[in-house]
């Protein structure tokens, strides 16, 4: 069941050549900028702002148009890419006293690819919606690397038309894109992804290090995982990129990833679910940090389960 309709009200939108609109980008962190940076270079006419100058002026030398404040941005804006770390940040932009519900015209869509909670995604939208405003939540997964190549994947909640009619801007921005269903169900369906995520990076840190203790070469064995049932993203992806190399240095961290595993911990509370895989990895997440920092890269969880062999 929908719960906004905005039919009637993006006719304009529709009509018009998506590229020959201004984009705002709000947030020019490494996931904000890199994603600001792409839509430039695939022709797109981009405005980016920050509460941040030494981050707007690294927007700046990757080629994104920044603006002072966010009245300058939205006053050419109709398209707005929110990139935010949290779901506060979110409700303060959009509806805080200076906030885009005063500042954008009628027909404006908004594009949030912060990873939030549905509960602030819907309010927002609802507010949103009686200004004549669309709000589309579109978490990302992929991280800076993903933003700055195009290659993203997006988890898509909001009305089916808005959605189709900034398609030409998401397909810029991202390689495999989802429509999940109403506001709040990209920010559920990235919630869900992440704890996936942060799960398969500890049972794949503590299935290797069963075979290194066995006395079997854990880069065989990562190899014959990739090849059979037990594989997943951390086996295939993040342990060969980041991990066995000990580079660590994916571009996200371990307090954005303790942060959403935290958000599955609390969806799961709220709905009253007895989920004991989720509950252990939050709580195991949240106890490394008493030797992992939150400033550390996330796929250093690895070495909370064996130092010595990822450290």
């Not at 996936?196 to 065989?220: I, R, W």
């Not at 509950?279 to 064996?306: G, H, M, P, R, V």
């Amino acid at each position: 069941m929908k719960l906004y309709s905005y039919d009637w009200r993006f006719k304009s939108i529709l009509r018009m050549n998506v590229m020959s609109l201004n984009i705002g980008v709000i947030g020019l962190g490494n996931m904000g900028r890199n994603m600001a940076a792409t839509l430039v270079g695939k022709g797109f006419t981009v405005s980016g702002f920050d509460l941040s100058k030494e981050t707007r002026q690294a927007a700046q030398e990757c080629g994104v148009s920044c603006v002072d404040d966010l009245k300058a941005l939205t006053s050419s804006s109709a398209i707005v890419i929110l990139s935010l770390p949290k779901a506060e940040h979110v409700e303060a932009v959009c509806l805080g006293p200076e906030g885009l519900i005063h500042l954008l015209p009628s027909d404006s869509i908004i594009i949030d690819t912060t990873t939030s909670v549905p509960e602030t995604s819907r309010l927002v939208g609802e507010k949103l919606s009686k200004k004549g405003i669309a709000f589309l939540d579109a978490p990302v997964s992929g991280g800076p690397a993903g933003a700055a190549s195009g290659t993203m994947s997006m988890v898509i909640g909001g009305d089916e038309s808005v959605y189709q009619s900034v398609l030409p801007v998401l397909e810029a921005m991202s390689r495999v894109r989802v429509h999940v269903g109403g506001i709040g169900a990209g920010n559920i369906a990235k919630i869900a992804n992440n704890m996936l995520a942060a799960a398969h990076l500890v049972t794949t840190a503590e299935a290797l290090t069963l075979a290194e203790k066995a006395g079997v070469d854990p880069e065989k064995v990562l190899q014959a995982i990739n090849a059979g049932s037990g594989r997943s993203g951390a086996s295939e992806a993040m342990f060969p990129t980041w991990v066995m190399n000990k580079a660590y240095n994916s571009g996200f961290t371990m307090g954005l990833m303790r942060k959403d595993i935290g958000l599955a911990k609390d969806l799961a509370e709220s709905l009253g679910l007895n989920l004991p895989m989720t509950l252990q990895t939050e709580q195991l997440w949240q106890a490394s940090a008493t030797t992992i920092s939150d400033d550390k890269d996330f796929c250093c969880i690895a070495q909370y389960t064996n130092a010595d062999l990822f450290g």
